[in-house]
């Protein structure tokens, strides 16, 4: 009989937490359809579900119909993806989850005060375009797997100004080993006001990372465009884990990953809903590995409030019962 580390904290976070349900609140409220820019989250059942009751994922808002309600996802959008809704007369509510806003607002001051920044992520990313987006012609993006490859305005840079700020999804050490390499260039590079990295990417790092040595095989639960899922199988194998996957679902398990395995790793990202964990755990059972022992790093009780377009409506002096997290 095998056995399953089951990683806490895993999957939703606050902000993927908040982002869904402002689709879903949207939805009640006002009626499908209530188109999205970009998945809300990055999860195809969750995109899929939420298209069933209405949702319509476009990828930019040229295929929003004028005068519709549309909702920008949790990675963020750049302002002026905003100003062209308002040109446009679209309704629109921002989902963008507050940490990812933090970045942005960092990336403003730092450009109004003149220096030149290093953003360290995927420039494919929506999170990266939108933070470009905030301070155009003073964001150089560099990707933390080649952090020597630095663009060519940054090199003429030379020994002006400059700050780093890094994609919320990555992770903790390959970030830091990017900026240390950066600094190799720039001794003159200044650290954000804060840390970047999301509490929960690096919650849900720390606890893969915590199980792995004991793992001959660890499973993320997630979707493949997710970044801070596929982050979490190369912390599971770089914590010691003896082979790590993605998977969507249970669906895309391999009976053939189980040969020779006694304890296999569980965990998932933050935008992949806990009843798909539990479906893998039902197949591991099927499959012999049927005691699972959850291992707990730390506990996440942070809940953020809908955008002020969904929240209830209230008399002056009376407290707000407002609760948009679901834990």
């Not at 999957?11 to 970009?38: H, S």
């Not at 509490?199 to 639960?221: G, K």
């Not at 969507?248 to 398990?253: F, I, L, S, T, Y």
Request: proline share 6%; hydrophobic share 40%.
């Amino acid at each position: 009989m095998g056995r399953v580390l089951l990683a806490a904290p895993r999957g939703y976070c606050a902000g993927v937490d908040r982002a869904i349900v402002t689709v879903e609140e949207a939805l009640r409220r006002f009626g499908p359809p209530v188109y999205v820019r970009k998945q809300i989250v990055h999860n195809t059942s969750v995109v899929a579900g939420l298209s069933r009751r209405g949702a319509v994922f476009v990828e930019e808002l040229d295929e929003v119909p004028d005068g519709a309600l549309v909702i920008f996802s949790a990675h963020g959008v750049s302002p002026a993806v905003k100003d062209e809704a308002a040109r446009r007369g679209l309704r629109s509510i921002d989902a963008t989850c507050p940490l990812v806003t933090k970045v942005h607002k960092e990336a403003v001051r730092m450009a109004e005060a003149g220096h030149e920044i290093v953003l360290i992520g995927h420039a494919e990313h929506e999170e990266v375009e939108g933070t470009v987006g905030e301070a155009p012609g003073h964001v150089h993006v560099v990707d933390p797997a080649r952090p020597d490859e630095v663009p060519d305005r940054l090199r003429a840079a030379g020994s002006g100004r400059m700050s780093w700020l890094s994609q919320t999804t990555l992770a903790v050490d390959e970030t830091m080993r990017a900026v240390g390499a950066l600094r190799e260039r720039f001794p003159h590079l200044a650290d954000p006001p804060s840390d970047d990295i999301c509490y929960a990417s690096q919650n849900r790092q720390e606890a893969v990372a915590r199980i792995a040595p004991e793992c001959e095989l660890v499973l993320v639960v997630g979707s493949a465009n997710s970044s801070n899922s596929r982050r979490l199988v190369e912390v599971a194998l770089e914590a010691g884990a003896r082979a790590a996957h993605l998977v969507d679902h249970a669906g895309e398990a391999d009976e053939e990953w189980l040969r020779g395995v006694e304890t296999v790793g569980v965990t998932s990202g933050a935008s992949a809903p806990e009843r798909l964990v539990q479906e893998l755990l039902d197949w591991l059972a099927a499959r012999g590995h049927a005691d699972v022992e959850q291992v707990t790093v730390t506990q996440e009780t942070l809940t953020f409030s809908l955008p002020p377009e969904l929240r209830p409506t209230r008399n002056p002096g009376q407290p707000s019962t407002e609760q948009a997290g679901r834990t």
